[in-house]
């Protein structure tokens, strides 16, 4: 074999030998670089994992909320009276509240609850469930009253309601130019009374 020959044998051999070192370290680094993908934290997953939960994130109410508010008294009888109320029954200011808002605004109605609640002596109100779908009230009421009724004026004209304060239980035909300046303001203030015998004395001694 004449020395070209054998350089030209050699190169290939080398060339060869380079080219298969080549091939081991690619293969090398796909397998190390792999291993290391799959190990790698997803940063877009940890992001949104470890963002802590913003107010636009809490559950609120909104205007095709359903109210249901359930009675019962403190000494644990309970009514069977539930009202069912959807958006139309509610204002604005029902819309939009969180459970915290829900239970401020609560506590402000306690202070000056309505001429119903206050005669039924309301104690609390709890929620039972809240939802942005469903809410459930509990309002507790001291003790279980009499019938009672609330007398205002309506056309000028003395008329008497249940406690519904929807349905008129007497039309009085008493006029209000006809009542005394003191039961004037008393029944414009919204005048309860209790039971019927109370609320026939009542009409009679302003009647005599």
Not at 49 to 63: I, W
Not at 64 to 71: A, H, K, L, M, Y
Not at 107 to 122: F, G, I, K, T, V
Request: aromatic letters at 12%; hydrophobic letters at 40%.
């Amino acid at each position: 074999m004449n020395t070209e020959t054998y350089r030209n044998l050699l190169i290939k051999i080398l060339s060869f030998a380079i080219l298969l070192m080549c091939a081991f370290l690619c293969v090398l680094f796909y397998q190390s670089d792999e291993h290391t993908y799959e190990n790698r934290p997803n940063s877009a997953y940890s992001e949104v994992a470890e963002k802590p939960v913003s107010a636009g994130d809490e559950v609120l109410t909104t205007v095709s909320t359903n109210w249901v508010i359930r009675e019962c008294y403190s000494d644990g009888t309970t009514t069977d009276i539930t009202e069912e109320l959807n958006a139309s029954d509610l204002t604005q200011q029902w819309s939009g509240l969180s459970r915290e808002d829900l239970i401020t605004s609560i506590a402000a109605y306690l202070q000056n609850p309505s001429p119903e609640d206050e005669a039924r002596e309301l104690l609390e109100i709890e929620i039972e469930s809240f939802s942005t779908d469903r809410i459930i009230l509990r309002k507790i009421f001291a003790k279980e009253q009499d019938a009672f009724y609330f007398l205002v004026f309506q056309n000028d004209f003395l008329v008497v309601y249940e406690n519904d304060l929807e349905t008129i239980f007497m039309n009085t035909g008493i006029e209000y130019e006809d009542l005394p300046l003191n039961h004037r303001n008393e029944i414009s203030n919204c005048k309860i009374i209790y039971g019927q015998e109370e609320l026939f004395c009542y009409l009679e001694a302003l009647t005599s």
